[in-house]
């Protein structure tokens, strides 16, 4: 895929996610009206919405023609690549730009996953979020083989549940940093 089409991927999905977010802030305001003293968690909370609605939309919908034309006789089990490592190895036999396309491009979309949930979910640890990205992940390849969107296969979830283990990471150095620096201050 070329740069410019992951950038018209990435667009739509910006956009789709800045509907769900406001779709979910009316909502929210409309429910919980009297609870709006906690600005900081609400706004933590619509960027894990819009996270999520984000990913959904650029791993599954994608250019909307697949999504709304489900056909399960046009895909096959055959289609679902259970081998780990497979689509790796091929990847790197195309090419750089194939690999790091196939390798750091699944997991650029799971690193917000792992930097996000530790925010929204304070007291969740990495064998959580690692569970919760892998659930995600296979739900996500369970609803791109329904909905014909994309190509089921395991090294996606791998590389998935990898990015949001080095997200947490990322989250946890930067909480450690924060940390130290206050201790010098005070």
């Known amino acids: 895929m070329s740069v410019q089409n992951i950038l018209l991927y990435v667009e739509r999905a910006f956009y789709f996610a800045v509907v769900v977010g406001a779709i979910w802030t009316g909502i929210y305001f409309f429910l919980y009206h009297k609870k709006r003293n906690n600005i900081p968690w609400f706004l933590c909370i619509l960027v894990w919405v819009c996270y999520l609605s984000a990913l959904v939309q650029i791993t599954v919908i994608r250019d909307f023609t697949t999504f709304f034309t489900i056909d399960m006789d046009a895909y096959s089990l055959v289609s679902i690549q259970p081998i780990p490592l497979k689509t790796t190895i091929e990847a790197a036999t195309l090419g750089l730009y194939s690999l790091v396309y196939h390798t750091i491009g699944n997991m650029?979309?799971?690193?917000?996953?792992?930097?996000?949930?530790?925010?929204?979910?304070?007291?969740?640890?990495?064998?959580?979020?690692?569970?919760?990205?892998?659930?995600?992940?296979?739900?996500?390849?369970?609803?791109?083989?329904?909905?014909?969107?994309?190509?089921?296969?395991?090294?996606?979830?791998?590389?998935?549940?990898?990015?949001?283990?080095?997200?947490?990471?990322?989250?946890?150095?930067?909480?450690?940093?924060?940390?130290?620096?206050?201790?010098?201050?005070?």
């Open 108 to 186: 650029v979309w799971f690193l917000p996953f792992g930097f996000l949930a530790p925010i929204v979910y304070p007291k969740i640890s990495m064998k959580k979020v690692v569970c919760f990205a892998g659930l995600m992940s296979i739900g996500i390849e369970i609803l791109q083989f329904v909905c014909q969107s994309g190509i089921s296969d395991i090294d996606d979830t791998i590389l998935n549940v990898f990015g949001a283990m080095v997200g947490y990471l990322g989250y946890v150095t930067i909480g450690h940093v924060v940390q130290s620096k206050r201790k010098i201050e005070s």
